[in-house]
């Protein structure tokens, strides 16, 4: 069974750092590019950031880039994101998720993919 | 970027209804179309892939259809525990954008 689970979030001061963890296990964890989505309180799902299955590429929303790095440790089946300079807006409940491959192939780029499965999520508060 | 427009927001159906949930991309999105359920609490769970591709375990009272900009979720026969808000998600070109959700109420 793919299981996924976030750790990391917390209450942060207005330009502060924080950085959110995502284990996984029972699957590949190579062969996939994995994807951070948030949810601001009481509002929709948001695509924040992808990382291709060897790391080598790195997407981020405009939202975020240039504060946000996303990032993955294979050796420990783990994905990270890297949030600076957080920001009010930035308050949200942070869920990490596995890119399914499709038909086009497995990457970020690839056609017809799909977010499945979806850890329990972290909250981000930024607040003074 | 492409924009996702869900309608309506929100509705309220009985138990055993019919249900349909629209949504509109801004240029067609060759049928890369997933639907999402997020019940209250929760995090989302893949609920159709494609268009009208059922994930694994999700009750045959889903469906879902659509081509070019225009797709509908539908729900046969509501349960209790379809209780939740539902989202679109274009999977044509990045970055993958959602809709902004329809929250489904239970009467």
């Known amino acids: 069974e793919v299981q996924l689970v976030e750790s990391g979030g917390g209450l942060v001061q207005p330009g502060g750092s924080l950085r959110l963890s995502c284990a996984t296990s029972?699957?590949?964890?190579?062969?996939?590019?994995m994807t951070w989505v948030r949810q601001a309180p009481g509002k929709g799902l948001e695509w924040v950031s992808t990382i291709s299955g060897s790391g080598s590429s790195t997407y981020h929303a405009d939202s975020v880039k240039g504060r946000f790095t996303i990032s993955r440790d294979s050796s420990k089946n783990t994905v990270f994101l890297q949030m600076n300079s957080l920001r009010d807006e930035d308050t949200a409940v942070y869920f990490c998720?596995?890119?399914?491959?499709?038909?086009?192939?497995?990457?970020?780029?690839?056609?017809?993919?799909?977010?499945?499965?979806w850890g329990q999520g972290a909250l981000v508060t930024v607040s003074s | 970027d492409i924009q996702m427009t869900q309608s309506p927001s929100s509705l309220s159906a009985s138990v055993g209804d019919r249900v349909t949930i629209t949504c509109r991309s801004s240029?067609?999105?060759?049928?890369?179309l997933n639907w999402y359920q997020q019940q209250p609490g929760k995090a989302p769970q893949l609920l159709i892939y494609?268009?009208?591709h059922l994930q694994n375990g999700v009750p045959s009272r889903f469906s879902a259809s659509g081509s070019g900009t225009d797709f509908t979720l539908t729900i046969n026969s509501l349960q209790p525990e379809d209780l939740a808000t539902y989202y679109c998600?274009?999977?044509?070109?990045?970055?993958?954008?959602f809709g902004q959700g329809t929250r489904v109420e239970i009467k």
């Open positions: 494609g268009t009208s």
């Open positions: 998600q274009q999977s044509y070109s990045t970055p993958p954008a």
């Open positions: 240029q067609t999105i060759n049928g890369y």
């Open positions: 998720t596995k890119l399914g491959c499709s038909s086009t192939g497995c990457k970020y780029t690839s056609r017809g993919n799909w977010f499945d499965p």
């Open positions: 029972g699957f590949t964890f190579s062969i996939y590019a």
